[in-house]
């Protein structure tokens, strides 16, 4: 041993140091391309952007899911999982101690010992074996964190994307059934004047079919409300949505906001980055324990055995037998194995690194276009407001044009459906422009922060 101890001394000196992380450099621009939000509002935040909107019922919703939805629940298991590996990361280079016990015969079969031992071991941290499980351990632990900020990203999307389309839905439905009672009072208008030869058969049958299909028109906003209000109940953990929600009310209105979050902060909430950057912590790990595979596991070892003779005829023989000394394990020949696989795991390695740039890009790419989608929306429920504020001006001049009889029943008709109709518009614009806002804090990665990082941030600002 005194001639293998020098060696084995330089050999570890030379490869003990783990393998350097890859430096990441994430192609992220200075700034949005797009105009992010209102210059002179507040700036919407990230962690509670919902609130834009104003409504109560919504955020109650949101912290009722949080609290009940099953995705997050799994996702925070998969979390603790994950701490409770990363907590003993460093034990297999403790001294490990262990007991056993067996009946051993003699190889003559004409005795037979049971033996008491224990066995203690201490692996060496070497060749950067320990810092490369230790970022196995951090990257599996950062990917179930991105899971859960995952789940919790997408959980608070699709409440306020459900809740807005269920909101509008019920909008819908109320300006369809004004436009349906309309088309019915047309109908028998006209079924009056056909009987008093002022209106033909053809006229007839037009205003049959526009009271059959206002009649036909309501099923899909029903459909909606329907199925929005089933997902939100799957959505909060309930086996039945809340009698409440089927009750129409003003669909939620959003605010004023301001994107204050720049791209380079993405990289700290989209968890599509998040676990592609724990994808290259791992990847980085697991290249190093395949190269510490190719050198010497070097550890310290010790048993103590006792072993006592169960034959009854025979005199009783106790002996106990203490062993000390290291233990070296030398890869001397393979066929090239240990060698293909540190390289197969540098080259996962790279790809992981390009993988988490690709990730950087996607979200750039996804958030900017959500920033035009959202302003192009925002243009549109203006445009739509307008053309309702003018139709409704116009049915107003209509209805006294009417009271002093200057015009018809049908004009009457006409005028009160084309403003019903602006309005509809109206609804469905306004829902585009707040689901093109969810789809944008959706991009970007907004969600609660940790009950711990909440705690923190309000004593700083206390």
Same mark, same amino acid.
């Given at each position: 041993?005194?001639?293998?101890?020098?060696?084995?001394?330089?050999?570890?000196?030379?490869?003990?140091?783990?393998?350097?992380?890859?430096?990441?450099?994430?192609?992220?621009?200075?700034?949005?391309?797009?105009?992010?939000?209102?210059?002179?509002?507040?700036?919407?935040?990230?962690?509670?952007?919902?609130?834009?909107? #104003?409504?109560?019922?919504?955020?109650?919703? =949101?912290?009722?899911?949080?609290?009940?939805?099953?995705?997050?629940?799994?996702?925070?298991?998969?979390?603790?999982?994950?701490?409770?590996?990363?907590?003993?990361?460093?034990?297999?280079?403790?001294?490990?101690?262990?007991?056993?016990?067996?009946?051993?015969?003699?190889?003559?079969?004409?005795?037979?010992?049971?033996?008491?031992?224990?066995?203690?071991?201490?692996?060496?941290?070497?060749?950067?074996?320990?810092?490369?499980?230790?970022?196995?351990?951090?990257?599996?632990?950062?990917?179930?964190?991105?899971?859960?900020?995952?789940?919790?990203?997408?959980?608070?999307?699709?409440?306020?994307?459900?809740?807005?389309?269920?909101?509008?839905?019920?909008?819908?439905?109320?300006?369809?059934?004004?436009?349906?009672?309309?088309?019915?009072?047309?109908?028998?208008?006209?079924?009056?004047?056909?009987?008093?030869?002022?209106?033909?058969?053809?006229?007839?049958?037009?205003?049959?079919?526009?009271?059959?299909?206002?009649?036909?028109?309501?099923?899909?906003?029903?459909?909606?409300?329907?199925?929005?209000?089933?997902?939100?109940?799957?959505?909060?953990?309930?086996?039945?949505?809340?009698?409440?929600?089927?009750?129409?009310?003003?669909?939620?209105?959003?605010?004023?906001?301001?994107?204050?979050?720049?791209?380079?902060?993405?990289?700290?909430?989209?968890?599509? =980055?998040?676990?592609?950057?724990?994808?290259?912590?791992?990847?980085?790990?697991?290249?190093?324990?395949?190269?510490?595979?190719?050198?010497?596991?070097?550890?310290?070892?010790?048993?103590?055995?006792?072993?006592?003779?169960?034959?009854?005829?025979?005199?009783?023989?106790?002996?106990?037998?203490?062993?000390? #000394?290291?233990?070296?394990? =030398?890869?001397?020949?393979?066929?090239?194995?240990?060698?293909?696989?540190?390289?197969?795991?540098?080259?996962?390695?790279?790809?992981?690194?390009?993988?988490?740039?690709?990730?950087?890009?996607?979200?750039?790419?996804?958030?900017?276009?959500?920033?035009?989608?959202?302003?192009?929306?925002?243009?549109?429920?203006?445009?739509?407001?307008?053309?309702?504020?003018?139709?409704?001006?116009?049915?107003?001049?209509?209805?006294?044009?009417?009271?002093?009889?200057?015009?018809?029943?049908?004009?009457?008709?006409?005028?009160?459906?084309?403003?019903?109709?602006?309005?509809?518009?109206?609804?469905?614009?306004?829902?585009?422009?707040?689901?093109?806002?969810?789809?944008?804090?959706?991009?970007?990665?907004?969600?609660?922060?940790?009950?711990?990082?909440?705690?923190?941030?309000?004593?700083?600002?206390?």
């Amino acid at each position: 041993m005194q001639g293998l101890a020098p060696p084995v001394l330089c050999i570890a000196l030379a490869g003990c140091a783990a393998t350097p992380l890859p430096e990441l450099r994430p192609a992220a621009p200075g700034h949005w391309r797009h105009a992010s939000g209102d210059a002179a509002s507040a700036p919407t935040d990230l962690h509670g952007w919902w609130h834009a909107f #104003g409504d109560a019922q919504l955020d109650a919703l =949101i912290d009722q899911a949080l609290a009940r939805n099953l995705d997050v629940a799994q996702a925070v298991e998969h979390l603790r999982a994950a701490r409770a590996l990363h907590r003993v990361v460093g034990a297999p280079f403790l001294p490990q101690l262990s007991a056993k016990t067996e009946d051993l015969p003699d190889p003559d079969a004409s005795a037979s010992f049971f033996v008491v031992g224990l066995d203690a071991q201490w692996e060496l941290n070497l060749f950067g074996r320990g810092t490369a499980e230790r970022r196995m351990a951090q990257g599996d632990l950062d990917a179930a964190a991105s899971g859960l900020r995952g789940a919790q990203v997408s959980l608070v999307a699709e409440v306020t994307r459900d809740w807005l389309e269920l909101r509008a839905a019920q909008q819908q439905e109320r300006w369809l059934q004004r436009i349906r009672d309309t088309r019915r009072q047309q109908y028998a208008s006209l079924q009056i004047r056909q009987q008093l030869r002022l209106a033909g058969a053809q006229e007839l049958d037009r205003a049959k079919a526009a009271l059959a299909q206002a009649d036909a028109a309501l099923a899909e906003p029903r459909d909606a409300v329907d199925a929005n209000a089933q997902r939100l109940a799957v959505l909060l953990g309930r086996a039945e949505p809340d009698p409440a929600w089927f009750k129409a009310a003003p669909m939620p209105s959003l605010g004023a906001w301001r994107l204050q979050a720049a791209p380079a902060d993405m990289l700290r909430s989209r968890p599509e =980055i998040l676990h592609a950057q724990a994808d290259v912590l791992r990847a980085a790990g697991e290249a190093g324990v395949a190269r510490a595979d190719r050198y010497p596991r070097v550890a310290l070892g010790g048993s103590l055995i006792r072993s006592t003779s169960l034959q009854a005829h025979r005199p009783t023989n106790d002996n106990a037998v203490l062993s000390l #000394g290291p233990v070296i394990d =030398i890869p001397l020949f393979d066929w090239g194995m240990r060698a293909a696989q540190a390289h197969a795991k540098q080259h996962e390695l790279k790809a992981s690194v390009l993988a988490y740039r690709q990730a950087v890009l996607q979200g750039v790419g996804e958030v900017e276009t959500a920033i035009g989608r959202l302003q192009r929306q925002a243009e549109y429920e203006r445009h739509c407001s307008e053309a309702a504020a003018a139709l409704e001006h116009a049915d107003g001049i209509v209805a006294r044009r009417a009271a002093l009889k200057l015009a018809g029943p049908m004009d009457r008709a006409e005028s009160a459906i084309a403003r019903d109709q602006a309005a509809l518009s109206l609804v469905q614009a306004r829902a585009s422009h707040g689901l093109a806002f969810v789809a944008l804090f959706k991009a970007v990665g907004g969600a609660p922060l940790p009950a711990g990082e909440q705690a923190t941030l309000a004593e700083g600002h206390d």
